[in-house]
């Protein structure tokens, strides 16, 4: 009575309804499956999250409760030496990072605190490590100095704090909605582009200061500033003895170490933390010397020192954050945002591979966006991810986030018992810092060779980017790479053609040497696997690269089977189906060119001849079936459905008074087969009429065991046995696991299982793979012939 009225109403507001599930074939000896459509309700309650679902995603932003309880003696030695190592480095860095941003050094040390401080709550990764990195500190000193221009009035500090502040909750937001995903619209040569183009332009900056060279304008473009940095080289002070010598010592303490630990590989952990401590020891170095030279002359020191830090947190307070403020640096924030993103989310991921462990994208970005919003607090600017501390922790033994917390205990005490010895370190050491860390960034010739190797296309983005930043600015190198990646993928997408399948015979071998060491000058023998003989599905062009010499050819004249080759929506439908059409117009004739009609009546672009004539001449066949392979596509959209009806429209007049039957094969969505059968895919074309029964017409469907032999299933198949008899063919072997019969057929020996259909009977059209495609589409062929 329902279904009544269902259809009355259908028919009443013009919808056709393509549910014919009373036409289903009876199968003997397997149980019948009906596929039923899902409904507009079902997909809502996907969307909708469950109370569990919802108590799991709170449980989840606190990662540190899932290990926190299993925490041990061993796991906090190698934290504390990796927390002690780390917080070794940072604090040079953090000093030096803060002088990229265009803040008193002190900054930086708020920074690195309040990261390592806040990121263990949130972490999925032990390694990385937030805090002032090179290329955000110079994104926030262009924005510092461009915000001042505006607003002379308000510190740098200032505007530095409510960029984290606004930026930081960005990025939460995103993590709290789970849009992690978002960072994979990035790709890895924009990444190396942005990350070489920063270390170009970062260190092109500091070289006026390594050298003590004074004019030099280093907000201009990179290519700018190392022009007025070479004509500067004649006003060279005594900065460049410490800068250049600090550079050369903390290259030749790595290379050392590097060649001592390959030639003493049991030491080889010595000479790794040398090597990481490098940094400190030449600060101290080089603070040593400033300090001796400078005690008796601290009004005129002999070369430009940081002079007073203060001591403890004396900036901390409430972050201002006004539309004025906001308004100074809104240009620059969606590049501020995608750096911290950028160098985040790749470091982790990295560090997660090489040490077998899935980071969260998501919840990193809460991680950042948390850090962020709190540090300003205490007077800290943007940070993120950093390379070189993260891989420092990671070969120290890090065995938990929780060795953070060791970091922020050590820039807790340089904030209070060293920053008297801070006054005297040279502004040359801390830029031969600067630049040998972002040295390492750079991406070397092997990897771009690698990129060309791989995909050619990408070589000119990854230039793009690098010649962008170098000859401009960060910001606009950031924008080209992904401006021009996308761009890529929309030509890919929208240009995407697929492929016209044919049949080959193809037999699985192994080579052997009649059990003796293969040698490359023995000829092997090919042994035959047993049942290896089967139908493969190649390109008729061999443009997959198989070999040409591989014959294959169409399962039928006038049977023409389709691979798509990047998904099925409104992009890349119409090219899809022209590249089909028009194949298909190329390689077959008009059934009745009768049917033109008179040349008034056609339409003005229609290409058949002047008069309709039968060419006894053309051999080609006429058109008979379409198999659509769907193995790529996971949903289509309104628009790619219609223009499957349109071109189905289209091919029907062509092949009149015929029809065509369309098949489709390794749809693996239901919402895919709802949409087709709502277009009147998934039937013959005609569909049979109402009045004629199913046996008038063959289908072809795969069914496969639903139980063992212990099975509950096979017991209640023994116990139907005794109510009807079975009928099939002792004699024949055993079925296989999956067998293809058309619906007056009977299943070889069932054996031990009950057998059932693998997919709906109620679109018999739709099919389990295309070698039950090709089968169905002949079988009709044969019955239409």
């Given at each position: 009575?329902?279904?009544?009225?269902?259809?009355?109403?259908?028919?009443?507001?013009?919808?056709?309804?393509?549910?014919?599930?009373?036409?289903?074939?009876?199968?003997?000896?397997?149980?019948?499956?009906?596929?039923?459509?899902?409904?507009?309700?079902?997909?809502?309650?996907?969307?909708?999250?469950?109370?569990?679902?919802?108590?799991?995603?709170?449980?989840?932003?606190?990662?540190?409760?899932?290990?926190?309880?299993?925490?041990?003696?061993?796991?906090?030695?190698?934290?504390?030496?990796?927390?002690?190592?780390?917080?070794?480095?940072?604090?040079?860095?953090?000093?030096?990072?803060?002088?990229?941003?265009?803040?008193?050094?002190?900054?930086?040390?708020?920074?690195?605190?309040?990261?390592?401080?806040?990121?263990?709550?949130?972490?999925?990764?032990?390694?990385?490590?937030?805090?002032?990195?090179?290329?955000?500190?110079?994104?926030?000193?262009?924005?510092?100095?461009?915000?001042?221009?505006?607003?002379?009035?308000?510190?740098?500090?200032?505007?530095?704090?409510?960029?984290?502040?606004?930026?930081?909750?960005?990025?939460?937001?995103?993590?709290?909605?789970?849009?992690?995903?978002?960072?994979?619209?990035?790709?890895?040569?924009?990444?190396?582009?942005?990350?070489?183009?920063?270390?170009?332009?970062?260190?092109?900056?500091?070289?006026?200061?390594?050298?003590?060279?004074?004019?030099?304008?280093?907000?201009?473009?990179?290519?700018?500033?190392?022009?007025?940095?070479?004509?500067?080289?004649?006003?060279?002070?005594?900065?460049?003895?410490?800068?250049?010598?600090?550079?050369?010592?903390?290259?030749?303490?790595?290379?050392?170490?590097?060649?001592?630990?390959?030639?003493?590989?049991?030491?080889?952990?010595?000479?790794?933390?040398?090597?990481?401590?490098?940094?400190?020891?030449?600060?101290?170095?080089?603070?040593?010397?400033?300090?001796?030279?400078?005690?008796?002359?601290?009004?005129?020191?002999?070369?430009?020192?940081?002079?007073?830090?203060?001591?403890?947190?004396?900036?901390?307070?409430?972050?201002?954050?006004?539309?004025?403020?906001?308004?100074?640096?809104?240009?620059?924030?969606?590049?501020?945002?995608?750096?911290?993103?950028?160098?985040?989310?790749?470091?982790?991921?990295?560090?997660?591979?090489?040490?077998?462990?899935?980071?969260?994208?998501?919840?990193?970005?809460?991680?950042?966006?948390?850090?962020?919003?709190?540090?300003?607090?205490?007077?800290?600017?943007?940070?993120?991810?950093?390379?070189?501390?993260?891989?420092?922790?990671?070969?120290?033994?890090?065995?938990?986030?929780?060795?953070?917390?060791?970091?922020?205990?050590?820039?807790?005490?340089?904030?209070?018992?060293?920053?008297?010895?801070?006054?005297?370190?040279?502004?040359?050491?801390?830029?031969?810092?600067?630049?040998?860390?972002?040295?390492?960034?750079?991406?070397?010739?092997?990897?771009?060779?690698?990129?060309?190797?791989?995909?050619?296309?990408?070589?000119?983005?990854?230039?793009?980017?690098?010649?962008?930043?170098?000859?401009?600015?960060?910001?606009?190198?950031?924008?080209?790479?992904?401006?021009?990646?996308?761009?890529?993928?929309?030509?890919?997408?929208?240009?995407?053609?697929?492929?016209?399948?044919?049949?080959?015979?193809?037999?699985?071998?192994?080579?052997?040497?009649?059990?003796?060491?293969?040698?490359?000058?023995?000829?092997?023998?090919?042994?035959?696997?047993?049942?290896?003989?089967?139908t493969g599905f190649l390109p008729l062009d061999h443009e997959d690269g198989s070999n040409p010499r591989v014959v294959v050819q169409s399962p039928f004249p006038g049977v023409f089977i389709y691979r798509f080759a990047?998904?099925?929506?409104?992009?890349?439908?119409?090219?899809?189906?022209?590249?089909?059409?028009?194949?298909?117009?190329?390689?077959?004739?008009?059934?009745?060119?009768?049917?033109?009609?008179?040349?008034?009546?056609?339409?003005?672009?229609?290409?058949?001849?002047?008069?309709?004539?039968?060419?006894?001449?053309?051999?080609?066949?006429?058109?008979?079936?379409?198999?659509?392979?769907?193995?790529?596509?996971?949903?289509?959209?309104?628009?790619?459905?219609?223009?499957?009806?349109?071109?189905?429209?289209?091919?029907?007049?062509?092949?009149?008074?015929?029809?065509?039957?369309?098949?489709?094969?390794?749809?693996?969505?239901?919402?895919?087969?709802?949409?087709?059968?709502?277009?009147?895919?998934?039937?013959?074309?005609?569909?049979?009429?109402?009045?004629?029964?199913?046996?008038?017409?063959?289908?072809?469907?795969?069914?496969?065991?639903?139980?063992?032999?212990?099975?509950?299933?096979?017991?209640?198949?023994?116990?139907?046995?005794?109510?009807?008899?079975?009928?099939?063919?002792?004699?024949?072997?055993?079925?296989?696991?999956?067998?293809?019969?058309?619906?007056?057929?009977?299943?070889?020996?069932?054996?031990?299982?009950?057998?059932?259909?693998?997919?709906?009977?109620?679109?018999?059209?739709?099919?389990?793979?295309?070698?039950?495609?090709?089968?169905?589409?002949?079988?009709?062929?044969?019955?239409?012939?």
């Open positions: 009575m329902v279904g009544t009225v269902k259809d009355r109403l259908s028919r009443a507001i013009g919808l056709e309804t393509n549910d014919r599930d009373d036409d289903v074939p009876s199968i003997s000896n397997a149980d019948l499956f009906v596929e039923r459509e899902p409904t507009v309700q079902e997909f809502f309650a996907e969307l909708a999250p469950s109370a569990r679902d919802v108590g799991q995603y709170v449980y989840d932003l606190f990662p540190f409760v899932h290990w926190i309880g299993k925490y041990n003696w061993t796991w906090f030695v190698g934290d504390l030496i990796a927390g002690t190592t780390v917080g070794a480095v940072v604090v040079p860095q953090g000093m030096a990072y803060a002088q990229l941003a265009q803040l008193p050094v002190e900054y930086g040390l708020y920074s690195s605190f309040m990261g390592v401080l806040i990121y263990w709550f949130f972490a999925t990764s032990k390694d990385i490590t937030i805090g002032p990195v090179a290329v955000m500190s110079q994104v926030t000193g262009n924005v510092v100095l461009k915000a001042q221009d505006v607003l002379p009035n308000v510190q740098g500090h200032v505007i530095a704090s409510a960029l984290a502040v606004i930026a930081g909750a960005i990025i939460l937001f995103f993590g709290l909605a789970r849009l992690g995903w978002i960072v994979e619209f990035i790709p890895l040569p924009a990444i190396c582009a942005f990350m070489t183009g920063s270390a170009i332009n970062i260190a092109s900056g500091q070289v006026p200061k390594l050298m003590g060279i004074n004019g030099v304008n280093t907000r201009n473009a990179p290519y700018q500033v190392i022009i007025d940095t070479l004509k500067g080289l004649p006003t060279t002070q005594v900065d460049a003895a410490l800068g250049l010598t600090a550079l050369t010592m903390l290259y030749l303490i790595r290379g050392v170490c590097a060649h001592m630990a390959k030639r003493q590989p049991q030491r080889a952990k010595v000479y790794f933390f040398i090597s990481t401590l490098r940094t400190v020891f030449v600060i101290l170095l080089y603070t040593a010397i400033s300090a001796a030279v400078n005690v008796s002359r601290q009004k005129n020191p002999m070369f430009s020192i940081i002079k007073t830090v203060p001591r403890g947190f004396q900036h901390a307070a409430v972050p201002e954050v006004n539309v004025d403020i906001i308004k100074s640096f809104a240009s620059e924030l969606p590049a501020a945002v995608i750096v911290m993103l950028i160098e985040h989310i790749s470091i982790s991921k990295s560090f997660g591979r090489i040490n077998n462990y899935v980071i969260d994208p998501s919840q990193e970005l809460v991680a950042i966006g948390v850090t962020n919003l709190l540090g300003p607090f205490l007077g800290a600017y943007p940070a993120t991810g950093s390379f070189s501390r993260t891989a420092i922790k990671s070969k120290a033994g890090v065995r938990t986030p929780f060795a953070g917390v060791i970091t922020a205990v050590v820039v807790l005490l340089a904030l209070y018992a060293l920053t008297t010895v801070f006054y005297y370190i040279p502004n040359a050491a801390l830029s031969a810092v600067i630049i040998h860390a972002v040295g390492d960034v750079i991406t070397p010739p092997k990897v771009i060779f690698q990129f060309w190797r791989v995909s050619p296309l990408e070589v000119p983005i990854f230039l793009a980017g690098v010649f962008v930043t170098v000859f401009n600015s960060i910001e606009n190198g950031i924008y080209t790479t992904i401006c021009i990646s996308f761009a890529v993928v929309i030509w890919r997408l929208f240009l995407s053609r697929g492929r016209l399948l044919g049949l080959a015979r193809i037999r699985t071998i192994k080579a052997t040497t009649n059990g003796k060491t293969h040698d490359a000058n023995e000829e092997a023998v090919t042994e035959e696997q047993g049942q290896s003989l089967r990047e998904g099925f929506n409104y992009p890349n439908a119409s090219h899809y189906l022209n590249h089909l059409t028009n194949t298909i117009f190329s390689e077959t004739r008009r059934t009745d060119p009768n049917t033109l009609g008179k040349l008034g009546d056609r339409p003005w672009n229609d290409a058949g001849p002047r008069t309709p004539k039968l060419d006894d001449m053309d051999s080609r066949p006429t058109l008979k079936a379409v198999i659509l392979d769907f193995s790529s596509v996971n949903n289509i959209d309104v628009t790619a459905t219609q223009s499957l009806i349109d071109v189905r429209n289209q091919l029907d007049r062509y092949a009149a008074p015929n029809t065509v039957n369309w098949h489709f094969a390794n749809i693996e969505n239901r919402w895919t087969k709802r949409a087709l059968a709502a277009a009147g895919f998934g039937y013959r074309t005609p569909r049979p009429d109402p009045g004629e029964s199913a046996g008038h017409w063959k289908r072809i469907f795969s069914i496969a065991d639903l139980g063992g032999s212990d099975s509950a299933a096979t017991a209640a198949a023994i116990e139907e046995k005794a109510e009807r008899p079975v009928v099939y063919d002792v004699e024949q072997e055993p079925s296989p696991d999956m067998l293809r019969v058309s619906d007056k057929d009977v299943p070889r020996n069932p054996g031990s299982a009950r057998l059932v259909a693998v997919q709906g009977l109620n679109r018999p059209f739709f099919h389990f793979d295309l070698q039950e495609a090709v089968e169905a589409a002949l079988l009709h062929v044969e019955r239409d012939d």
